[in-house]
């Protein structure tokens, strides 16, 4: 049985860093993709970050480009999000997601497993 559980979230100021991580157990992630994936309140859930099964590529939504960093620990079998220059607009549920046969990381649906959500809160 798959499970991803994410930590890190936390309430914040704009400007402020902050480095959510995903724990997997039952699927190895260096031999899959991941992906975080986000939802603020009235919105879909939309693509932030991606990082294929090979470690070393990755894909960012335009949004977060240049701010946020996604990465993985082989040894800890975890992947981790940092953000930086936080903005309001970030807030949001921050979900981790992964998948055997990922085409596209950018949709959620191509995603076979997720985790419950770590909450993200930015103050202006």
């Known amino acids: 049985q798959v499970q991803l559980v994410e930590f890190g979230g936390q309430l914040v100021q704009a400007g402020d860093s902050l480095r959510l991580a995903c724990a997997a157990s039952?699927?190895?992630?260096?031999?899959?993709?991941a992906g975080w994936f986000r939802q603020a309140p009235g919105k879909e859930r939309e693509f932030v970050a991606a990082i294929r099964k090979n470690g070393s590529n990755t894909i960012y939504a335009d949004a977060v480009k240049g701010r946020f960093t996604i990465s993985r620990d082989v040894a800890t079998n975890t992947v981790f999000l940092k953000m930086s220059s936080l903005k309001p607009e970030d807030t949001a549920v921050y979900y981790c997601a992964s998948g055997r046969h990922v085409d596209d990381y950018t949709i959620s649906y191509d995603y076979q497993y997720w985790g419950h959500g770590t909450q993200v809160f930015v103050s202006s």
């Open positions: 039952g699927l190895i992630f260096s031999t899959v993709g």
